[in-house]
């Protein structure tokens, strides 16, 4: 059996590994992409990097899973409450399901291919922070509408302030109750609309707000441009928004909450980044002609596709998606 003492230590010795997984795979991550983190922020040789994974794996921190011919790991009970500082009591399991793989592959494919264009100087804690507070790719389910607040403080949206503190009010109370809880409390004509489609409402659909443009700028981390319009990730992870009508209803929701929320000024442009897995699904939406008037017909939404190639460099050619 393996002491708590021992646990303890090599914990320490690799605790940003511990952190990379925790936040940023929320305890699930692929060993090829835990490897791109550590290479870019700690400057680790593969050497090194296979020492780690051994040493937390044989104290029982981590556990490796075989997923279609890759390593998948997942990060052990006491590697969390280590991390969060909780009672191992009051600390949940993380379970291992095909939709947590599946979305952790696609939310660090995203991360990394931002983190290696940007070419962000900063250490792990600096950037999971920086993640945390500007976009919804690392928030837990229903937790959402904090990335709101920061327009509370831009006078560029000063018209919608009363809007976004009331739909703050309301995301809030959705999220510290349960359906059943707001059922005996049934919420406004208005407020069942924010219900329907809202910042909480959307993970389940793919979609995830990953930063903001500032007018011509292309990033969330120059304060000293206006904040100009929020840069939307869609991950079409089962291909429905090949679909094209599906696309464009979302879009049209999506665009709809904004205009109504903000009072959206003059020029208010939303980013939209349609995330697929490879070469051959890019093509078809290349090829579908409504996909392709959907773009040319929008002038104040911009549509980009992005291959990130998950398919091959995540999944090893796998197909786990159709």
Known sequence: ??????????????????????????????????KQYLQYFLQMTDKKIASAIAALKDADIIHIHRYCNRQVLRLKKFGIYFLTKQTRKNTASITFTTTKVLKSAFINAILLYELHQRELDMEVNEYIKMIKSNTTLLAKDKSNHHILRPFLQNPFYKNGWEKIRSELEVLEEIRQNNINRLNQHP?????????????????????????????????????????HGPIIYIIDANNKYRDVAKLEKLIKEIRDYFDSLLNTPQGFTIQ?????????????YRNNSAYNTLCEHSVLNEIELLNLNVLHEVFAGVNLIR
Not at 4 to 26: C, N, P, R, S, W
Not at 210 to 220: D, E, K, P
Request: glycine share 6%; aromatic share 16%.
């Open 1 to 34: 059996m393996i002491s708590t003492t021992y646990k303890q230590k090599i914990a320490e010795e690799h605790l940003d590994v511990i952190k990379i997984i925790y936040f940023l795979g929320k305890g699930i991550m692929w060993r090829t992409q835990l």
């Open 187 to 227: 919420l406004t004509k208005e407020s069942i609309y924010y219900y329907d489609f809202n910042l909480n409402a959307i993970q389940s659909r793919g979609v995830y707000i990953g930063g903001w443009h500032y007018s011509n700028a292309y990033t969330v981390y120059d304060k000293r441009v206006k904040l």
């Open 272 to 284: 939209f980044k349609i995330i697929v897995e490879d070469a051959k699904t890019e093509m078809s």
